[in-house]
């Protein structure tokens, strides 16, 4: 397997305050990487580097290959009159390949808006546009897939399935890449082949049973606290 994302010595600020710094990793193609770490540790800043949406860093970033990208917060707009499964099939087009409807009406029944597919997109509550909108990621078949939260305002049978589908798409593309912040750190630990642990730097790195209860309470301050409100706390238990 080789390196599909690089990263030596990062460091972004932003007037005088670092962000991030001393932020080096290497990304294996095929790899499933778990990114978490605090409210404000620089997640979202790290993936808008390897994006390409922030530039003003220092250090050296490479990601090799096409990214798809689902950002934390959606910024798409949405009041336009668009069926779902032309929004969704916007992922292919926008690399410019064509794409079956065959293709998109099974991708769709994946995150579970089948019902949906006619519907305008505006109809769509948060977290349905979600689930379209990673959908849409999906769709453009990306190499690296760079996820930001995605099962933020999901609902719990929605991120059951939500992982679901990750987990099965990384077992039909098992060459795809995918780099995912998230704060459910119970299905991190169960999909992710990899965790950072990141708190404006990567305080650990490595394979998803390696990483400790001890690493963990190094980047979250009230770590028991924080846990006990966390789903599937049982996997720590376990440990
Ligand atoms: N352009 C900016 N100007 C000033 N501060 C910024 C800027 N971008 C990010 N920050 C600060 O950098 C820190 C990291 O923000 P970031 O959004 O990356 O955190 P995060 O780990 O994604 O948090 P969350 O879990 O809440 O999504 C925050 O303290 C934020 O206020
Ligand atoms: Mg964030």
């Known amino acids: 397997m080789s390196v599909i994302v690089e990263v030596r010595n990062l460091r972004f ?9 001393d932020v080096s990793f290497d990304v294996e193609e095929g790899e499933f990487v778990g990114i978490i770490g605090p409210n404000g540790a620089g997640k979202s800043t790290l993936v808008k580097i390897l994006v390409g949406e922030i530039k003003k860093y220092t250090g050296h970033v490479r990601v090799l290959g096409r990214v798809g990208y689902l950002p934390q917060v959606q910024t798409s707009r949405r009041d336009f009159p668009m069926k779902v499964r032309e929004f969704a099939a916007m992922g292919a087009y926008a690399k410019g390949r064509k794409i ?30 979600q689930r379209l909108s990673l959908a849409r990621a999906i769709l453009a ?45 119970g299905m991190v630990f169960q999909s992710c082949t990899t965790v950072m642990c990141l708190n404006r730097t990567l305080h650990c790195h490595g394979p998803t049973s390696e990483i400790k209860i001890e690493d963990l309470k190094k980047i979250f301050v009230d770590f028991d606290l924080w846990i006990k409100g966390n789903r599937h706390y049982e996997i720590f238990h376990r440990k």
């Open 141 to 185: 078949e990306p190499d690296v897939l760079i996820l930001d939260e995605p099962e933020a305002g999901v609902d719990e049978m929605g991120r059951a399935r939500f992982f679901e589908l990750l987990d099965d798409l990384k077992k039909r593309i098992p060459h795809l890449t995918v780099l995912m912040v998230s704060h459910d750190i």
């Open 13 to 21: 600020s932003v007037g005088g305050v670092d962000i991030l710094k």
């Open 100 to 129: 079956s409807w065959d293709k998109v009406k099974e991708t769709l029944e994946k995150v579970g808006l089948s019902n949906k597919s006619e519907h305008l997109i505006r109809e769509l509550s948060p977290g349905e546009f």
